[in-house]
Nanobody
Framework: QVQLVESGGGLVQPGGSLRLSCTASGSISSITIMGWYRQAPGKQRDMVAIIQSGGISTYADSVKGRFTISRDNVKNTVYLQMSSLKPDDTAVYYC???????????WGQGTQVTVSS
């Protein structure tokens, strides 16, 4: 069993920055891909950014150049540094981690990010 705990969401003005963190505990030996996803009201959950165990990252077009994903394999933590935030970035952000052995994804509880003046 894997537990993911997220932190760092909140209310920020347009143009501001936030940093999200997600730490995994439990049976994490086969976690390969770590990522962030978001879901706005009435919309599906979409990938924001993912990072593989070797450090290769992929971003949604809408956040390229503004968001940076990173991971600390010692701390079992993935981060999302968000800058130049826009109202369209408002959503619940979920941390997801993929277990390549069990071929399953674990999810955090979600953290609200609201971009508003």
């Amino acid at each position: 069993q894997v537990q993911l705990v997220e932190s760092g969401g909140g209310l920020v003005q347009p143009g501001g920055s936030l940093r999200l963190s997600c730490t995994a505990s439990g049976s994490i030996s086969s976690i390969t891909i770590m990522g962030w996803y978001r879901q706005a009201p009435g919309k599906q959950r979409d990938m924001v950014a993912i990072i593989q165990s070797g450090g290769i990252s992929t971003y949604a077009d809408s956040v390229k150049g503004r968001f940076t994903i990173s991971r600390d394999n010692v701390k079992n933590t993935v981060y999302l540094q968000m800058s130049s935030l826009k109202p369209d970035d408002t959503a619940v952000y979920y941390c997801g981690m993929y277990n390549s052995y069990l071929k399953t994804t674990y999810w955090g509880q979600g953290t609200q990010v609201t971009v508003s003046s």
